[in-house]
């Protein structure tokens, strides 16, 4: 056992390439949301600690026809990490893993107009599922100060294992599911210390 370890602490940072894996494929650009939110961490074992966030992410995708014309769809979610946390190191320097389950909710969901030629049935469909649960896994590096607390650098990805469309065999798309790539900064302050 060791000194039990509170942190509460803010995490702000983009979703580099939020996409939406569909099957049938669909050709997607590159895009940067915002990613932000709360997090708390409880750690009263060596090496092992449990990480809860509350998060506002923004997700959805955005394609280019071949005549330059720009769709973009964007849905904001509220979610809900529960990970457990793994680190390792010396006293002032911690790497760590964060993994475990998520849930989110989508809260709003806006949409520019389809392609005027040859638009996609993925741009005129509304989404079916504002709930969607996933697996999310992260790596990281911590750096902790005497009095200013604890600053983390984080890469993540979340696997979506919901579809923001209907997947059964009459439907368009046999999945249509989230999948990010973020990048975080953390603070976060011992209030047990």
Do not use: C
Request: glycine share 10%.
């Amino acid at each position: 056992m060791i000194k039990p370890e509170l942190y509460i602490g803010t995490n702000q940072g983009v979703n580099l390439w939020p996409h939406v894996s569909f099957v049938p494929s669909v050709a997607q650009n590159f895009d940067v949301r915002y990613k932000g939110g709360f997090t708390v961490r409880y750690v009263n074992l060596k090496y092992f600690g449990i990480q809860g966030e509350l998060n506002y992410s923004a997700q959805g995708w955005s394609e280019t026809s071949p005549e330059g014309e720009i769709y973009s769809h964007r849905f904001d979610f509220l979610e809900l990490p529960i990970l457990a946390h793994i680190y390792f190191g010396k006293r002032n320097t911690k790497f760590f893993i964060n993994l475990g389950p998520e849930i989110r909710y989508m809260v709003s969901d806006a949409a520019t107009a389809p392609f005027s030629t040859n638009a996609g049935i993925q741009q005129t469909k509304e989404i079916q599922n504002r709930f969607d649960y996933g697996i999310t896994g992260g790596l990281g590096v911590e750096f902790r100060t005497q009095k200013a607390g604890a600053f983390q650098l984080e890469a993540r990805y979340h696997f979506g294992l919901g579809n923001i469309f209907s997947a059964s065999k009459k439907d368009d798309f046999d999945k249509s599911n989230n999948q990010t790539i973020s990048v975080s900064i953390v603070y976060l302050f011992n209030v047990l210390k």
